[in-house]
């Protein structure tokens, strides 16, 4: 795992500036697919409203079925709810991450993502333990992936 480090003020002010334009590029362009998915983490990582971005991660999910960015996000999204039935929430988000890791091996789209929002909220990790199936993801201060 790579640790997150902040490389210069630089760094700090886009990842502020990006934090505040989301909600405006939304608005301004709602059929966006970037401005979407965008929103929908925004949504979940920072304004922890659920409810919103489970409707927003919906949408983009209708519009891009095979976006790695989105489906890793969504994925962590629907983990992070923990809602029953669990097994069957935990399935399909497994399902979403195989299918991401498919389309995006390295996970380099996610790291793209990563590079233009530099935020410790939009660090997901990515936790393999022991060969099990079992996959954390959270919002870090590390911001591993």
């Avoid at 999204?77 to 498919?102: C, T, V």
């Avoid at 990563?114 to 079992?134: D, E, F, I, M, N």
């Amino acid at each position: 795992m790579q640790e997150f480090k902040i490389q210069s003020m630089a760094q700090v002010v886009r990842a502020i500036r990006f934090q505040m334009e989301t909600k405006e590029a939304y608005e301004l362009h709602p059929d966006r697919l970037s401005s979407i998915v965008n929103y929908a983490l925004y949504l979940h990582t920072l304004e922890k409203d659920y409810e919103q971005a489970s409707v927003v991660y919906k949408r983009a999910a209708q519009i891009a079925k095979r976006h790695p960015v989105l489906l890793y996000g969504y994925a962590c999204f629907i983990l992070s709810e923990n809602k029953y039935p669990r097994k069957r929430h935990a399935a399909e988000a497994h399902k979403l991450i195989n299918l991401a890791r498919q389309l995006d091996p390295e996970g380099a789209r996610f790291q793209l993502a990563l590079k233009v929002c530099q935020a410790p909220w939009c660090g997901y990790v990515r936790t393999l333990q022991g060969g099990s199936r079992r996959t954390e993801c959270r919002a870090s201060s590390t911001g591993a992936w």
